[in-house]
């Protein structure tokens, strides 16, 4: 399948409920979808993610094929992005947008992790790429005023998760493609 043809195909979005979330948006809309890059597979996410005492969630979840979930509606704040660390880059996005910097990053972001099979360099599939893409798409048509960046997890949270969402994502070129796609701002290092 070409790429042309991939991008005009828009993956099927299956929709899971989780509780683990704050429901509600009383900060604000999002400001950022923010990449994550998962740990392994989706056996161990989705476990995490449907255990009310993990205290984990996101709201999107590629699969390496193409699979597309949605745990976390975008109207809802998931658990995902951790705390703001001393190097982060969130305040430049945060005050970008007239946030509090020092407003959790849950409370204005939408999260989508990609699976990568426990393997930070596997290469993103373009069946991948489109998933992510779609979610990134969904959250930027219901939130097109205020969703003005793209970010890596990383950004947030420089020194936990330094290598998050993967080099794969950001030495192939796919990170910031996928911004110029979306019309979003990257706060570069």
Not at 34 to 48: F, K, M, Y
Not at 130 to 157: G, M, W
Request: hydrophobic residues 30%; glycine residues 8%.
């Amino acid at each position: 399948m070409g790429a042309a043809n991939l991008s005009q195909q828009q993956p099927v979005t299956h929709r899971w409920p989780s509780s683990n979330c704050w429901f509600g948006r009383p900060y604000g809309p999002p400001i950022a979808f923010v990449l994550h890059s998962e740990s392994g597979g989706e056996s161990g996410t989705v476990a995490e993610w449907l255990s009310s005492s993990s205290q984990l969630s996101a709201h999107y979840r590629a699969s390496v094929t193409g699979r597309l979930d949605c745990w976390i509606d975008p109207g809802d704040r998931a658990w995902s992005n951790g705390i703001v660390e001393p190097g982060s880059r969130w305040p430049i996005m945060a005050e970008a947008c007239g946030i509090d910097p020092e407003l959790n990053p849950n409370h204005v972001t939408v999260s989508c992790e990609a699976e990568d099979l426990g393997d930070r360099h596997r290469p993103i599939s373009d069946l991948q790429y489109h998933a992510v893409l779609s979610a990134a798409r969904e959250a930027k048509n219901r939130y097109p005023d205020s969703l003005r960046f793209l970010a890596r997890h990383s950004d947030i949270s420089p020194q936990s998760r330094p290598e998050c969402p993967g080099e794969q994502w950001n030495s192939s070129g796919r990170f910031e493609a996928l911004a110029e796609e979306l019309g979003l701002r990257v706060v570069s290092s």
